[in-house]
């Protein structure tokens, strides 16, 4: 190829907004000995390409207010540049784009970041094809003149339209590339928006529908026997189905063997249930069957026991027998009105009242349900107001030593309980309604916690103007016991109320002691170090085991109420009686008998040996003032 260099340096132009691109670029062209210029913006580059044409444009495309398009757009329609090569400057990577620059007069493209060798060879490149032109117009000039300077302008343009050519199969080539790119994009963005909503709708352990995909087949279900001419006779029927027990079994062989325990129970209840039903996993070790219905007796009672014997027979599973029982909570939609989330809301009231029965129990919804849901949400929020403004009130029971004289009982202590008066007309809401409640949603801490204050407070005030101290028995919760820094909490309570600990009685019930961890009984023998003493309440109502007794950081046994009521009337329980008493003695721990009513009662226990009495034979439960007149009167 002819090189055509001027003895005069090529003039230059550098168009970009970027200050270092420029000195980079202006640095290396004039260590070349280019003539450069530079414009910071496009207004300014086509006012001085205007006034003083230079051999060569360098045009970013990138800049702000006129583009690097629009500068090339203007220059190329004005005859006076419109000859000018401009080589573009981009970051940019779409062939789009460089096809555009192409199409506005570009003739060539330099890519950030720089390679000077590359950048020197195409500006060479372009100036040489700039001169070529200048040549051709000589020479296209001299053509009539001389067929040498006519032919070697003819293969320099077949030339140049060899490499034009050439440049068009090469993008063509690298569209047909991002074209097929495109395409498989596409298609992984669909098999993606599949995989999202197959996750979306079913459960990723066992393969099941998930909740969302249940109710909408709730609804759909729904819709269908309303329009249906069978709406009388058919019926939607939610099964909610929850393993007990699954999460002890899961803890113990491990979270991985759990989920294949999972999915052989899933594979069960599909095996087991009608074709047409619709299994859902709603979380956990619970699950959910949809179906329709047409004798409602006949259908229910066969589709619960084919599932509950069938996921009876025991799971083979490393090398052990696994046992699950299915608690079940059952509802039939009256499909005027029905709601599929009213129909979900229903089954797990109807499976909240399965599971207060035995492992195992069935329960089919009623409506009475929902209602008592809605009285115990609301009174939930009554019983959290009435902690937080301190609106209950702390009642006292004595409790008195007993002797064979029925005339001779002496006030020894008092069981502090709780009682709530929602308002000063309202009636006593019953302990054992609130005192559940509050278990249930987390109030109990803080319940017990109030209660062993204000108890403590009241204690010191009785035995700092009494003669003889009074011990005092308080109910403390599990939550209590396990709570951070429990020990502390109490003790700091004990210091603030100015109580002596060995005035306090703290009751737990035996099934907390039948469950509690290792933790709890520390905490507790802390505190009998510190004087307190602790007493197994309800005794005999759990799974009571007599030699677990010497084991347990213990010093009163509280014997239940049903002893005592049954003992003048079963030889049964009065021998269970003597026996209780007789271990209590051997191990040197007091006892107290609960729900005295007869002087008889008082009699035979003081005779047995049975060191404290409580009970209506000596008392209700009062509040303080009444509590306070006991103790001055000491009158029974």
Same mark, same amino acid.
């Given at each position: 190829?002819?090189?055509?260099r001027?003895?005069?340096?090529?003039?230059?132009?550098?168009?970009?907004?970027?200050?270092?691109?420029?000195?980079?670029?202006?640095?290396?062209?004039?260590?070349? !000995?280019?003539?450069?210029?530079?414009?910071?913006?496009?207004?300014?580059?086509?006012m001085?390409?205007? #006034?003083?044409?230079?051999?060569?444009?360098?045009?970013?495309?990138?800049?702000?207010?006129?583009?690097?398009?629009e500068?090339?757009?203007?220059?190329?329609t004005?005859?006076?540049t419109?000859?000018i090569?401009?080589?573009?400057i981009?970051?940019?990577?779409?062939?789009?784009?460089?096809?555009? !620059?192409?199409?506005?007069?570009?003739?060539?493209?330099?890519?950030?970041?720089?390679?000077?060798?590359e950048?020197?060879?195409r500006?060479?490149?372009?100036?040489?094809?700039?001169?070529?032109k200048?040549?051709?117009?000589?020479?296209?000039?001299?053509?009539?003149?001389?067929?040498?300077?006519? $032919?070697?302008?003819?293969?320099?343009?077949?030339?140049?339209?060899q490499?034009?050519?050439?440049?068009?199969?090469?993008?063509?080539?690298?569209?047909?590339?991002?074209? &097929?790119?495109?395409?498989?994009?596409?298609?992984?963005?669909?098999?993606?928006?599949?995989?999202?909503?197959?996750?979306?709708?079913?459960?990723?352990?066992?393969?099941?529908?998930?909740?969302?995909?249940?109710?909408k087949?709730?609804?759909?279900?729904?819709?269908?026997i309303?329009?249906? *001419?069978?709406?009388?006779?058919?019926?939607?029927?939610?099964?909610?189905?929850?393993?007990? $027990?699954?999460?002890?079994?899961?803890? #113990?062989?491990?979270?991985?063997? !759990?989920?294949?325990?999972?999915?052989?129970?899933?594979?069960?209840?599909?095996?087991t249930?009608?074709?047409?039903?619709?299994?859902?996993?709603?979380?956990?070790?619970?699950?959910?069957?949809?179906?329709?219905?047409?004798?409602?007796?006949?259908?229910?009672?066969?589709?619960?026991?084919?599932?509950?014997?069938?996921?009876?027979?025991?799971?083979?599973?490393?090398?052990?027998?696994?046992?699950?029982?299915?608690?079940?909570?059952?509802v039939?939609?009256?499909?005027?009105g029905?709601?599929?989330?009213?129909?979900?809301?229903?089954?797990?009231?109807?499976?909240?009242?399965?599971?207060?029965?035995?492992?195992?129990?069935?329960?089919?919804?009623?409506?009475?349900?929902?209602?008592?849901?809605?009285?115990?949400?609301?009174?939930?929020?009554?019983?959290?107001?009435?902690i937080?403004?301190?609106?209950?009130?702390?009642?006292?029971? /004595?409790?008195?030593?007993?002797? /064979?004289? /029925?005339?001779?009982?002496?006030?020894?202590?008092?069981?502090?309980?709780?009682?709530? &008066?929602?308002?000063?007309?309202?009636?006593?809401?019953?302990?054992?309604?609130?005192?559940?409640?509050?278990?249930?949603?987390?109030?109990?801490?803080?319940?017990?916690?109030w209660?062993?204050?204000?108890?403590?407070?009241?204690?010191?005030q009785?035995?700092?103007?009494?003669?003889?101290?009074?011990?005092?028995?308080?109910?403390?919760?599990?939550?209590?016991l396990?709570?951070?820094?429990?020990?502390?909490?109490?003790?700091?309570?004990?210091?603030?109320?100015?109580?002596?600990? *060995?005035?306090?009685?703290?009751?737990?019930?035996?099934?907390?002691?039948?469950?509690?961890?290792?933790?709890?009984?520390?905490?507790?023998?802390?505190l009998?170090?510190?004087?307190?003493?602790?007493?197994?309440?309800?005794? !005999?109502?759990?799974?009571?085991?007599?030699?677990?007794?010497k084991h347990?950081?213990?010093?009163?046994?509280?014997?239940?109420?049903?002893?005592?009521?049954?003992?003048?009337?079963?030889?049964?329980?009065?021998?269970?009686?003597?026996?209780?008493?007789?271990?209590?003695?051997?191990?040197?721990?007091?006892?107290?008998?609960?729900?005295?009513?007869?002087?008889?009662?008082?009699?035979?226990?003081?005779?047995?040996?049975?060191?404290?009495?409580?009970?209506y034979?000596?008392g209700?439960?009062?509040?303080?003032?009444?509590?306070?007149?006991?103790? &001055?009167?000491?009158?029974?």
């Open positions: 190829m002819i090189q055509v001027s003895p005069i340096p090529a003039k230059i132009l550098i168009v970009d907004d970027l200050p270092d691109n420029l000195r980079l670029l202006s640095k290396t062209l004039k260590q070349e !000995g280019f003539d450069v210029r530079s414009a910071i913006n496009g207004p300014l580059a086509i001085g390409a205007e #006034t003083d044409p230079p051999d060569l444009i360098l045009l970013d495309i990138t800049m702000p207010e006129m583009d690097g398009f500068v090339c757009h203007r220059l190329k004005n005859l006076k419109a000859d090569p401009i080589v573009f981009t970051a940019l990577g779409e062939v789009t784009d460089k096809v555009k !620059g192409l199409e506005l007069g570009g003739a060539d493209y330099i890519t950030k970041p720089f390679h000077l060798p950048v020197l060879a500006v060479n490149l372009q100036l040489e094809l700039h001169g070529l200048d040549q051709l117009k000589q020479q296209n000039q001299q053509l009539q003149a001389t067929l040498l300077a006519q $032919r070697k302008v003819e293969e320099q343009i077949r030339q140049l339209n490499e034009l050519e050439q440049r068009v199969v090469d993008r063509t080539q690298q569209l047909e590339t991002a074209n &097929q790119q495109l395409q498989r994009e596409m298609q992984e963005r669909q098999h993606t928006q599949e995989q999202l909503l197959y996750m979306a709708q079913y459960d990723s352990l066992t393969g099941l529908a998930n909740r969302t995909l249940l109710l087949h709730l609804e759909t279900t729904l819709q269908m309303q329009q249906s *001419s069978q709406s009388e006779t058919v019926q939607c029927l939610l099964v909610l189905v929850d393993c007990d $027990r699954f999460k002890s079994i899961s803890n #113990t062989l491990g979270h991985h063997q !759990g989920d294949r325990l999972l999915r052989e129970i899933a594979k069960r209840i599909t095996a249930v009608p074709t047409h039903s619709l299994v859902a996993r709603l979380g956990g070790d619970e699950f959910a069957i949809a179906l329709t219905i047409t004798t409602v007796n006949d259908s229910t009672d066969t589709i619960v026991n084919n599932l509950q014997r069938q996921l009876a027979v025991p799971i083979r599973f490393n090398n052990l027998n696994i046992n699950i029982n299915a608690t079940i909570g059952m039939l939609a009256d499909t005027e029905a709601n599929a989330e009213y129909l979900l809301r229903d089954a797990e009231l109807a499976m909240v009242q399965a599971k207060k029965q035995q492992q195992g129990s069935c329960q089919l919804f009623k409506p009475e349900m929902h209602q008592q849901a809605l009285y115990e949400l609301e009174l939930e929020g009554q019983l959290r107001q009435a937080e403004q301190q609106q209950l009130q702390v009642y006292y029971q /004595p409790i008195v030593a007993l002797s /064979p004289d /029925p005339t001779d009982s002496t006030i020894v202590g008092y069981e502090a309980l709780a009682r709530w &008066q929602p308002a000063l007309d309202a009636d006593f809401i019953p302990p054992s309604v609130f005192i559940p409640l509050a278990e249930k949603t987390g109030l109990i801490e803080a319940l017990g916690d209660v062993l204050a204000t108890a403590c407070q009241q204690i010191t009785w035995n700092q103007q009494g003669k003889r101290p009074l011990f005092l028995s308080i109910n403390v919760s599990i939550d209590q396990t709570c951070p820094d429990c020990l502390n909490k109490i003790l700091a309570v004990f210091q603030h109320t100015q109580v002596n600990p *060995s005035w306090i009685k703290l009751e737990v019930t035996e099934s907390i002691f039948m469950k509690t961890p290792q933790p709890v009984l520390d905490t507790l023998t802390s009998r170090k510190q004087g307190v003493k602790v007493s197994i309440d309800d005794f !005999g109502t759990g799974y009571s085991s007599l030699s677990y007794l347990l950081p213990i010093d009163t046994v509280k014997i239940d109420r049903t002893f005592i009521q049954d003992m003048e009337s079963s030889r049964d329980s009065l021998n269970i009686l003597q026996a209780i008493l007789n271990l209590t003695q051997a191990l040197q721990l007091e006892t107290i008998a609960e729900g005295i009513e007869t002087c008889d009662q008082a009699q035979t226990l003081a005779n047995l040996g049975c060191v404290y009495g409580q009970g034979r000596f209700k439960p009062v509040d303080s003032q009444k509590a306070a007149t006991f103790i &001055q009167t000491q009158a029974i």
